[in-house]
């Protein structure tokens, strides 16, 4: 069965970072989409970023375009998530969800087309 374990949450002042992890396993299509979302208290979960192996590419949120950043290391089955300048409008829950089919620009945030997520990690941002 597919799993994924997300790490690496806490907390951090404004104008800070954080690095989040997501661990998978079990995951075996040809073609996936792995994607970060958050959820804060009282909001909808809202996509943050996704990267596709069938196309290779990155998508992010407008509200962090420019400070997050998703990469993965294949051979530790592993994505990260890197935030830096970091908002009090950051702070959520961060859930690492995926898609065993590539999800494009016009698909990757919506929540309903992801199968599998993690427990999340909290992501706390204060001063």
């Known amino acids: 069965q597919v799993q994924l374990v997300e790490s690496g949450g806490g907390l951090v002042q404004p104008g800070g970072s954080l690095r989040l992890s997501c661990v998978a396993s079990?995951?075996?299509?040809?073609?996936?989409?792995i994607a970060w979302f958050r959820q804060a208290p009282g909001k909808e979960r809202e996509g943050v970023a996704r990267f596709s192996n069938i196309d290779d590419n990155t998508y992010y949120a407008d509200s962090v375009q420019g400070r997050f950043i998703i990469s993965s290391d294949n051979a530790k089955n592993t994505v990260y998530l890197e935030m830096n300048r970091l908002k009090p409008k950051d702070a959520a829950v961060y859930f690492c969800?995926?898609?065993?089919?590539?999800?494009?620009?016009?698909?990757?945030?919506?929540?309903?087309?992801?199968?599998?997520w993690g427990q999340g990690t909290q992501v706390t941002v204060s001063s």
């Open positions: 969800e995926t898609a065993p089919i590539g999800l494009g620009a016009f698909r990757w945030t919506d929540q309903d087309e992801y199968d599998y």
């Open positions: 079990g995951f075996t299509s040809e073609y996936y989409t």
